[in-house]
């Protein structure tokens, strides 16, 4: 069993920056990012192969955010700089046990969420 807790949500103007954590317990192959803002669907975001460092990114924020991991302190990072409204959402932490699935598949374990609001 992986158990995950995000940490870092909050509300920021756009054009500003926040850094979520995530604190696991228990070993993944892959951690990554969701979000879904209301009313729409969940959609990946950013995801890290936890052995190789390999990183992944939606479109949407290619060159705003970076996803990191401290593997001695068993947790993720996203950097987000830049923020736009668009970006408001709940952002989800994930990790995943399964090899050589797509970056972008839905996790199987997932933390509870973190609110992150970008005023214009």
């Known amino acids: 069993q992986v158990h995950l807790t995000e940490s870092g949500g909050g509300l920021v103007q756009a054009g500003g920056s926040l850094r979520l954590s995530c604190a696991a317990s228990?070993?993944?192959?892959?951690m990554g990012w969701f979000r879904q803002a209301p009313g729409k669907e969940r959609e990946f975001v950013a995801a890290i192969t936890v052995m190789t460092g390999n990183t992944y990114y939606a479109d949407a924020v290619k060159g705003r955010f970076t996803i990191s991991r401290d593997d001695a302190q068993n947790t993720l990072y996203l950097q987000m700089d830049k923020l736009e409204p668009g970006d408001t959402a709940v952002y989800s932490c994930g990790g995943d046990k399964r090899v050589q699935i797509p970056p972008s598949t839905p996790y199987t374990y997932w933390g509870q969420g973190t609110q992150v609001t970008v005023s214009s």
């Open positions: 228990g070993l993944t192959y892959r």
